[in-house]
């Protein structure tokens, strides 16, 4: 069973700083891979950034060199480091997991490759 808990989102004025954290539990796998998605008001769900079982990490364009996703196993924390964000940045922020076995790839982006979705949390940007 996995187990996520988004938190950290809030308004923010644009070209502001924000850091979303999500709490995860993983009591049948030891391996998982993280992500964290965005769903903006009538907009489809997108993937924002993912780090697989080696810390390897992967990047929308659209939030590239601005934002940084980051993990600590010991603390059982997922991180989105948010800088510079934008109005278009505004969506409610979801961290997901897929548990994997071993012969199993890290689904990167890809919204259907994960299995487990937090709560979400909100973030608006404000010009």
């Known amino acids: 069973q996995v187990q996520l808990l988004e938190s950290g989102g809030g308004s923010v004025l644009a070209g502001g700083s924000l850091r979303l954290s999500c709490e995860f539990s993983?009591?049948?796998?030891?391996?998982?891979?993280l992500a964290w998605f965005r769903e903006a008001s009538g907009q489809e769900r997108e993937g924002v950034a993912s780090?697989?079982?080696?810390?390897?990490?992967t990047y929308a364009d659209t939030v590239k060199d601005r934002f940084t996703i980051s993990k600590a196993n010991a603390k059982n924390t997922l991180s989105l480091q948010m800088d510079n964000l934008k109005p278009e940045d505004t969506a409610t922020y979801y961290c997901?997991?897929?548990?994997?076995?071993?012969?199993?790839?890290?689904?990167?982006?890809?919204?259907?490759?994960?299995?487990?979705w937090g709560q979400g949390t909100q973030v608006t940007v404000l010009l």
């Open positions: 780090i697989d079982l080696d810390g390897s990490t």
């Open positions: 993983e009591n049948a796998r030891p391996r998982h891979c």
């Open positions: 997901a997991s897929r548990p994997l076995a071993f012969w199993e790839r890290c689904p990167k982006l890809f919204e259907r490759g994960f299995e487990v």
